[in-house]
């Protein structure tokens, strides 16, 4: 069986049991208290080394005073350099403010996005450090620094305990000043009011800037604009398109903008040319198609993928998204999948060169239909 030596507290010693007879190992020093075990019978990792003794409470170190514990001078200067911390955060946060009036933000120009990252940034920066440092430096100067042991109790909520609370409070705001020093006590207040302001300009850019059914409306499709090819620009001879053929067809002078992805993103039609006879088209869009040939909008109506897959035996276009299927010869009604509306019709004719020209914009929204849930 193994045998043990614990020893005194401060005085263990390792000992080895061997053939019967114990060696000590040598001491381990004062306060390690560990007990190695080797046996050839009832050993086991688990076992093996144990602690001999608990820690003895070391108790509290002596309490140091700080330099702005003993010196008034020096207790004002901590005092200055918190408070201008704190006006140091107002100071980021209001830069942040006019670096975003200041940089505006322009998709088409990169300079300007780099811009608006950095000094809002850099404000933003400015206004939490300010708040964070200087309340660890008020903290660690200027409040109380005694060291104070409290012994459990149980949770009690009784009028003894909210008393006490209450009389902690204050007490606390008697040491930390909080009360008393007017200075710093204002600049974190107006450094706390501050701070998120930046954030509710962020959060605002979230949504939209104008009425999205209005947005989705407007696009560049208006009376007599040329239906060109997408991406050449080139325009569409009413004959060129054939029985089955399809194109991907973007308003004249769409290349030529300076948003050009964003209005592409909502003016990108297909044009197909069906048997007029294969076209059920209702009654008041009789005259939005020309001899077979229609034109809806390429933006898929679930949330917006663009419609790219025409099966020209069935009429059928899909949204390789989520498997919308639109059927052409029934004014673009959902068929299948979660889209909710058929795609918009672009009424169109041709103009006296044989081009084929839009009679004017979409009657409706293109796109997703989030705004009729609204
Ligand atoms: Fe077209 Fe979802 S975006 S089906």
Same mark, same amino acid.
């Given at each position: 069986? *193994?045998?043990?030596?614990?020893?005194?507290?401060?005085? *263990?010693?390792?000992?080895?049991?061997?053939?019967?007879?114990?060696?000590?190992?040598?001491?381990?020093?004062?306060?390690?208290?560990?007990?190695?075990?080797?046996?050839?019978?009832?050993?086991?990792?688990?076992?093996?080394?144990?602690?001999?003794?608990?820690?003895?409470?070391?108790?509290?170190?002596?309490?140091?005073?700080?330099?702005?514990?003993?010196?008034?001078?020096?207790?004002?200067?901590?005092?200055?350099?918190?408070?201008?911390?704190?006006?140091?955060?107002? %100071?980021?946060?209001?830069? *942040?403010?006019?670096?975003?009036?200041?940089?505006?933000?322009?998709?088409?120009?990169?300079?300007?996005?780099?811009? $608006?990252?950095?000094?809002?940034?850099?404000?933003?920066?400015?206004?939490?450090?300010?708040?964070?440092?200087?309340?660890?430096?008020?903290?660690?100067?200027?409040?109380?620094?005694?060291?104070?042991?409290?012994?459990?109790? #149980?949770?009690?909520?009784?009028?003894?305990?909210?008393?006490? *609370?209450?009389?902690?409070?204050?007490?606390?705001?008697?040491?930390?000043?909080?009360?008393?020093?007017?200075?710093?006590?204002?600049?974190?207040?107006?450094?706390?009011?501050?701070?998120? %302001?930046?954030?509710?300009?962020?959060?605002?850019?979230?949504?939209?800037?104008?009425? @999205?059914?209005?947005?989705?409306?407007?696009?560049?499709?208006?009376?007599?604009?040329?239906?060109?090819?997408?991406?050449?620009?080139?325009?569409?001879?009413?004959?060129?398109?054939?029985?089955?053929?399809?194109?991907? #067809?973007? !308003?004249?002078?769409?290349?030529?903008?300076?948003?050009?992805?964003?209005?592409?993103?909502?003016?990108?039609?297909?044009?197909?040319?069906?048997?007029?006879?294969?076209? $059920?088209?209702?009654?008041?869009?009789?005259?939005?198609?020309?001899?077979? %040939?229609?034109?809806?909008?390429? %933006?898929?109506?679930?949330?917006?993928?663009?419609?790219?897959?025409?099966?020209?035996?069935?009429?059928?276009?899909?949204?390789?998204?989520?498997?919308?299927?639109?059927?052409?010869?029934?004014?673009?009604?959902?068929?299948?999948?979660?889209?909710?509306?058929?795609? @918009?019709?672009?009424?169109?004719?041709? $103009?006296?060169?044989?081009?084929?020209?839009?009679?004017?914009?979409?009657?409706? !929204?293109?796109? !997703?239909?989030?705004?009729?849930?609204?």
């Amino acid at each position: 069986m *193994a045998q043990h030596d614990t020893g005194a507290a401060g005085d *263990a010693e390792q000992a080895v049991v061997k053939d019967g007879s114990v060696e000590r190992a040598g001491s381990t020093g004062q306060g390690s208290g560990v007990v190695a075990h080797s046996s050839s019978r009832a050993v086991s990792p688990g076992t093996a080394v144990e602690v001999s003794d608990a820690f003895v409470n070391p108790g509290l170190p002596p309490h140091r005073e700080r330099i702005t514990d003993r010196d008034p001078k020096k207790d004002k200067e901590a005092e200055r350099r918190v408070y201008t911390l704190f006006y140091a955060s107002i %100071i980021g946060s209001v830069l *942040a403010i006019a670096a975003y009036a200041a940089f505006p933000l322009d998709p088409s120009d990169i300079q300007t996005v780099r811009l $608006n990252t950095a000094f809002l940034g850099l404000g933003i920066a400015l206004g939490l450090l300010g708040i964070g440092i200087g309340a660890v430096y008020w903290a660690k100067n200027l409040m109380r620094g005694d060291e104070l042991v409290e012994m459990r109790h #149980v949770t009690r909520g009784t009028d003894e305990t909210r008393a006490k *609370a209450v009389e902690v409070f204050k007490q606390g705001n008697e040491e930390s000043g909080f009360g008393r020093r007017a200075l710093i006590r204002n600049s974190l207040i107006g450094a706390l009011i501050a701070t998120p %302001i930046p954030a509710i300009l962020l959060f605002r850019d979230l949504g939209p800037t104008t009425d @999205p059914v209005q947005a989705l409306e407007e696009t560049m499709w208006g009376e007599g604009t040329v239906l060109t090819r997408d991406p050449t620009g080139t325009p569409i001879l009413a004959s060129e398109v054939t029985l089955g053929s399809v194109f991907h #067809v973007i !308003p004249e002078g769409l290349n030529d903008v300076e948003d050009r992805l964003e209005q592409k993103a909502k003016a990108a039609v297909l044009l197909m040319r069906l048997k007029p006879e294969d076209l $059920n088209e209702l009654p008041e869009r009789a005259d939005w198609s020309y001899d077979g %040939i229609v034109a809806y909008s390429k %933006i898929c109506t679930h949330v917006g993928c663009p419609v790219a897959l025409y099966e020209q035996q069935t009429h059928h276009l899909l949204c390789p998204c989520h498997q919308s299927t639109f059927d052409v010869t029934n004014h673009c009604e959902v068929i299948f999948g979660p889209a909710k509306r058929p795609l @918009p019709q672009l009424p169109i004719t041709v $103009n006296a060169d044989g081009y084929l020209v839009s009679q004017r914009g979409f009657d409706e !929204p293109v796109g !997703p239909s989030f705004w009729e849930r609204s």
